[in-house]
């Protein structure tokens, strides 16, 4: 219980450091904002893509 705790905690960690290095990309591309969300929208069907397959 305490290991899955841990390793919970870190995915947590790891994952909030993710969606802020993210926001800070997304914060500095704001002036490049339809290709960065052309790049997003392109990631997310890809995922989608997977998912379903």
């Known amino acids: 219980s305490a290991a899955i705790r841990g390793s919970y905690g870190a ?3 790891g994952l909030t450091s993710t969606l802020i290095a993210f926001f800070d990309l997304a914060w500095r591309l704001r002036r490049n904002f339809p ?3 052309i790049v997003a929208s392109v990631m997310l069907n890809v995922r989608l893509q997977v998912r379903i397959e």
């Open 11 to 13: 995915f947590c960690k």
């Open 35 to 37: 290709y960065f969300y």
